[in-house]
């Protein structure tokens, strides 16, 4: 028997599918709304799956945060002035540098673009929706668009983060970079309308 909308959005609710039945509801409603997709099925999976993990971990992050800010230890005001950020700009790009002292939890803004990252000193653990990890200069990688963190620096850092931006001041740079929540983060290069149909699909 065939759902409606309304029922598969009621069943994702109250009784999600098993990765097997997924698969086999999205071959049959595919089929039966001759629906055109940019994707398959795995890669759908994956994402939900992802979006899933994503939302719990801002969710709890979010709390974590105005723990730490309302900690007696919260660095408060003075945390820029424990972490001084050098600022250069290179044919539309932004080079940030920041120094961070060991031994301090630090949660990060919202990220508002997918950029590339460098650890050029020092150790630190990240902790994202995937878990922590430890990373050691010399070290790089992508951070996405959407992405938060909790970082612990296990001794003195040196982070740099490059951005693309044809602005020239650091309140303008700031403005696009991070988000000010979740919810306002630019994804477009994702067709996130697609996508969220086919979580209305299945689950």
């Keep these: 028997m065939s759902l409606s909308m309304q029922e598969i959005d009621n069943q994702v609710e109250t009784q ?12 049959e409603k595919t089929k ?34 105005k723990a730490v800010i309302n900690h007696d230890n919260s660095l408060g005001e003075t945390t820029h002035d424990l972490n001084p950020t050098k600022h250069s700009f290179a044919d539309g790009q932004y080079v940030r540098e920041i120094y ?12 508002n673009q997918t950029h590339p990252f460098f650890l ?10 995937d878990g922590p990890k430890t990373i050691k200069a010399p070290y790089h990688g992508i951070t996405k668009a959407g ?23 650091i309140d303008e740079i700031e403005k696009e970079v991070i988000a000010e929540s979740f919810d306002k983060v630019k994804l477009d290069n994702l067709n996130i309308k697609e996508i969220e149909k086919l979580i209305m699909e299945f689950n």
Excluded at 16 to 27: E, G, T, V
Excluded at 120 to 129: A, N, R, S, V
Aim: glycine share 2%.
């Design 120 to 129: 050029m000193k020092g150790e630190m653990t990240i902790l994202t929706e």
């Design 16 to 27: 999600p599918l098993n990765k097997q039945q997924a698969k086999q509801q999205f071959i």
């Design 100 to 111: 961070n002292p060991a031994g301090l939890i630090i949660v990060t803004k919202i990220h």
């Design 32 to 65: 039966e709304f001759n629906l055109q997709h940019s994707f398959n099925f795995d890669e759908a999976w994956d994402y939900v799956q992802h979006k899933k993990k994503q939302k719990d971990f801002q969710e709890k992050i979010t709390l974590f945060e």
């Design 147 to 169: 992405t938060k963190r909790i970082i612990f620096t296990h001794t003195e850092c040196v982070f740099v983060t490059v951005h693309k931006t044809e602005s020239l001041t």
